[in-house]
């Protein structure tokens, strides 16, 4: 095989490089060229790095070449717009965050009531161009010293999805660099990997404005779908029963997002004010549903504003919106309890998960909910399971999840795109392998129950 030249280097060498030596990153990329093609260096022309071309960080002026460890590793710039933030972020094969940048949108769907697709597919057009440059900047790279790019394909709002999939798409024409599209779920469950030493196999429980599952992950690429929603996500939920309950007019909750607007009110509500019925507690599988647990909400809304007399176009809020806010709040938390119950015995009668390493990672926007994630705590604790979560920042949409998604696939010389112009956005994509049917027949009981912690 001849040695390329140029920019074919990232095309046709790229993937054999990787398969042949996935964590040698203390050889240096023209190195591993030189051995894959048994030719000495003068006799190699690829696309090298000029280390008189400098770049800026906070008018410090800096050469790639400076950094001769930095340009020993495998760099990632990864790229999200699968929803209602712009993110990017650039990460090497240690799990080091070099730079990263994001644009929220939340503040201006805050006003719209909810996100609107075409509103937040401009804004992601807007300002694209200018959290990825901020991501390299913070890296104090530029596009060429990335080792590929990474972006989030599936699944997603069609219109924001597209606007990041062209973007990264403009950007591998520019640099010849690999493209690795992102499952966005799958980012969100290998995030924690990139802080914490866990091991295949382990259980995730994904909670966002737009998904809910619980999955095992046995590899890069490699799920078992346990359950997942059959209407709506938590999030979303969470964020229309505060716009029911007038929230953005609440002086405390003006400036948060609904699910954080419920979680505010909650903490100083009466969580037992309110008898509400646990979703599909009478169905031994691990989906969720949130629909039917949203319209009885709804209806005691309505009946106490009735009582109240406030006129539903009001920005008048109900007296009792505290123990309204703790009650629907509780009653979604059992309803993850009792499916994150059934999960573990699941795994525990089909041998999935091994003693050794039982471990849950929990993310997602909803994640974030410390009163969710206490009471899911305590489910772990009673299986004798390890929680990880990301942090906050990471739980919610990044750009980092999808660069170390992009590094995971990168390291086992896999999901690289073979023809990166062929690649298209997904807006409805399922994780893994769906094993829903199985956990049915399964026939698994939850009891006894295990409470929330006070």
């Not at 964590?23 to 048994?38: P, Y």
């Not at 640099?175 to 914490?196: C, D, N, Q, Y």
Request: overall charge positive; hydrophobic content about 40%; charged content about 25%.
């Amino acid at each position: 095989m001849a040695a390329p030249k140029g920019i074919e280097m990232c095309r046709k060498c790229f993937s054999q490089i990787v398969k042949k030596y996935p964590l040698k990153s203390s050889i240096s990329s023209d190195v591993l060229v030189r051995r894959l093609h048994n030719v000495p260096k003068k006799g190699l022309n690829v696309l090298r790095y000029d280390p008189k071309v400098a770049f800026s960080k906070k008018s410090q002026i800096r050469t790639f070449a400076d950094d001769a460890d930095r340009k020993s590793r495998l760099l990632v710039l990864g790229i999200e717009t699968s929803c209602d933030e712009t993110g990017a972020a650039v990460v090497d094969d240690r799990g080091t965050v070099l730079g990263e940048a994001l644009h929220s949108q939340k503040l201006v769907h805050l006003k719209h009531g909810g996100i609107v697709p075409t509103v937040a597919q401009q804004l992601h057009r807007d300002h694209i161009e200018d959290v990825v440059q901020g991501a390299l900047d913070g890296a104090g790279l530029r596009l060429q010293d990335v080792t590929a790019i990474a972006a989030t394909v599936k699944p997603g709002l069609a219109l924001c999805l597209q606007i990041g999939v062209e973007y990264a798409k403009k950007l591998v024409r520019q640099s010849g660099k690999p493209f690795i599209p992102v499952h966005h779920m799958e980012a969100h469950a290998l995030t924690a990997r990139m802080m914490k030493n866990i091991e295949f196999p382990f259980l995730v429980f994904l909670l966002s404005g737009g998904h809910c599952l619980l999955a095992v992950a046995r590899g890069v690429g490699d799920f078992l779908l346990l359950g997942s929603t059959t209407d709506e996500a938590p999030g979303v939920v969470f964020d229309q029963v505060a716009r029911k309950l007038k929230l953005k007019h609440h002086p405390a909750c003006s400036t948060l997002s609904g699910g954080q607007a419920i979680e505010v009110l909650a903490t100083t509500g009466d969580s037992q004010a309110f008898k509400l019925t646990v979703p599909m507690a009478r169905y031994a599988n691990c989906d969720f549903s949130f629909a039917g647990h949203k319209n009885q909400t709804y209806r005691l809304i309505d009946k106490k504003e009735k009582e109240e007399g406030i006129p539903a176009e009001s920005d008048q809020i109900v007296s009792c919106v505290n123990d309204i806010a703790a009650s629907f709040q509780k009653t979604s938390t059992q309803h993850l309890m009792q499916r994150l119950h059934r999960a573990i015995l699941y795994c525990q009668q089909r041998h999935i998960i091994p003693e050794h390493n039982k471990t849950l990672v929990l993310s997602g926007g909803v994640a974030s909910n410390m009163y969710i994630r206490r009471s899911l705590q305590a489910v772990t604790d009673r299986f004798g399971y390890r929680l990880v979560c990301p942090p906050p920042r990471l739980c919610t949409d990044n750009g980092v999840m999808i660069a170390w998604a992009g590094m995971e696939w990168l390291k086992e010389g896999r999901g690289i795109a073979e023809d990166p112009e062929a690649v298209e956005f997904q807006p409805r994509c399922p994780l893994g392998v769906d094993m829903s049917t199985d956990v049915l027949n399964a026939g698994i009981k939850t009891t006894p129950k295990i409470r929330i912690p006070t």
